[in-house]
């Protein structure tokens, strides 16, 4: 294996360059798992007292992790890998993270620059394979370019939409020299939104005009709110305004959901009939920070195109007028708009009606809480939302994966506060985020309780960081909901395709059993009557802990899951 080159004092070699990139953009953490091609990295990663380094299972999860952590701390989440597999096996997590709108920042070490082309192990051409799925890429060819290419990817992740940016390091570049004084960096980029952009004011007067005149107006937010920390802003237009705020699944912490304003989840992973009767009500419909997807209108059914009048607010100059016809496009970062409308609406007060809303939640949780109280077995989804619901305090960050959880938890699970409290990884759904997520989110905001909640075939997609959990003890709740079922699938299949079930069920599995003989302190629930109790105990352990639940699965449920199957 090839040597680390001489340095002079004044150099530093690639791999303690790329470290002190990190630094100076003020990276703490960085998640990842070693490989041949990353020995110099982690050679300069032992000499680094300021960056901690969580060594993890698998690559993907890595991703998650940084996913996680970049999601509740406004900071660029930073995963590495090495080379081929290590490559391919990151790629899952930076995907999500970059059609999410969350900064990571993904680096795989690579073969040597003199390797290329010769049929060297795990050769793979990254700059190909990252291209699609960031939003910002480059491969290394000289150590002298280090600090550039970490300086423009910073950039990149951190302005405009936040993406992913994916950085390929050759184990030469590792070993060459840079210029000490070469490594600065604006730590300001180490953050997102780094540079805002404010909007054109003829279209925020155009947009104050119509909202002035607007009978019924509605936001509907998505994740974009909390990524430019608009809630204040927002709270304050849509009092003025007297208008409800309804969210995306991500768009879930824009607002406080106890509050009288607040409508809920809408979609088609979480909305309920009485959610899009909100919609369909208004007249004028504002979107700040969200892309009106297939998901959040339910396949741009609600709302019904040219019904409602439509403001859209995005940072992104392509969001608004794709789906809908825009009445008022207002670009620019979420907080900056909101703050123009309100200084333009400055003095203007519209008495709220919020009795609609109010009957139509009334309507909304009371089906809830009789399903929630049933003593049923197997144990209704609704009855884990409840208890969660009322045994996590304000402050509690939960995140939960596709199946059951995330529209169950979308719907009914109240965010207290504002911020991101709830994130689930709406931009592909891929099973298994949850947990690693989780634990990257617990490692940015070590504070407060973080829970996962899964269903069992997430489970098995990420069942070995459990390892990871223990080995750092970190004191993150795992809830599995249990029914060896793809379920969600399997209600597709009942209410799409005549209940002609098809390679859906799977053996049943005691998840308890398993995250016990990786140490974490666990539980299998079977009766409702225990849940509430055995809950109590797992979240107030110190350590992780897992709650294996046997539940009713998706397609047994009543209604409203069959209004969420597509
Ligand atoms: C990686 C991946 N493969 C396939 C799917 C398609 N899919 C969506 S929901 C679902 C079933 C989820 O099953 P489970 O985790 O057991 O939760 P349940 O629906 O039973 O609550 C599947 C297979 C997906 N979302 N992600």
Known sequence: MNKPVETQAVALTGAEA?????????????????????????????????????????????????????????????????????????????????????????????????SRNKYTLTELD???????????????????????????????????????AHVALPFDVQNGPVERADVWADPALGAFPSRRTAPDPFFVELGAKLLRG???????CGGGVVLSGAEQELSSLSEKLGAAVATSVSGKGSIDERSARSVGVVGSNGGTPQTRAAVDAADVIVFVGCRAGSVTTERWRHPAPGRAKIVHI???????????????PLVGDARLCLAALNQELEGFRRKADLSFIDARKREKFEAFEALAASGDMPIKPEKVVFELNSLLDRDAILVADPGTPCPYFSAYY???????????????????????????????????????????????????????????????????????VYGWIKAGQKSGYGSRYFSVDFGVTDHAKVADAFGVRSWRVTQPQELNSILKKALASDGPTLVDIVCQPLHEAKAPVSEWVA
């Open 414 to 484: 109240q965010v207290k506060g504002t911020g991101r409290r709830f994130f689930s990884n709406r931009a592909h759904g891929a099973l298994g985020y949850s947990l690693a997520a989780a634990l990257g989110a617990h490692l940015g905001r070590p504070a407060v309780k973080t829970v996962a909640v899964m269903g069992d075939g997430s489970f098995g997609m990420c069942a070995g960081e459990l390892e990871t959990a223990v080995r750092l003890k970190l004191p993150v709740t795992f809830v599995v909901i249990s029914n060896a």
């Open 126 to 164: 990254q700059r190909s394979l990252m291209r699609p799925l960031t939003k910002w890429n480059a491969v290394l060819d000289r150590s002298a370019d280090i600090p550039r290419v970490f300086r423009q990817a910073f950039e990149a992740m951190t302005t405009g939409r936040p993406g992913a």
């Open 18 to 114: 790329v470290v002190g990139m990190l630094r100076a953009h003020g990276v703490e953490i960085v998640f990842g798992l070693c490989g041949d091609t990353s020995l110099p990295l982690y050679d300069a990663f032992h000499d680094s007292r300021n960056i901690r380094h969580v060594l993890t299972r698998d690559e993907r999860h890595a991703a998650y992790m940084a996913d996680g952590y970049a999601r509740v701390t406004g900071r660029v989440g930073v995963c590495e890998g090495p080379s081929g597999g290590g490559a391919t096996y990151i790629l899952p997590g930076l995907a999500e993270a970059n059609e999410s709108s969350v900064p990571i920042l993904a680096i795989n070490t690579d073969i040597s620059v003199g």
């Open 214 to 220: 607007a009978r019924n107006p509605l936001f509907i």
């Open 314 to 328: 995005d940072v992104d100059p392509s969001v608004p007028g794709r789906n809908y016809k825009v009445d008022v």
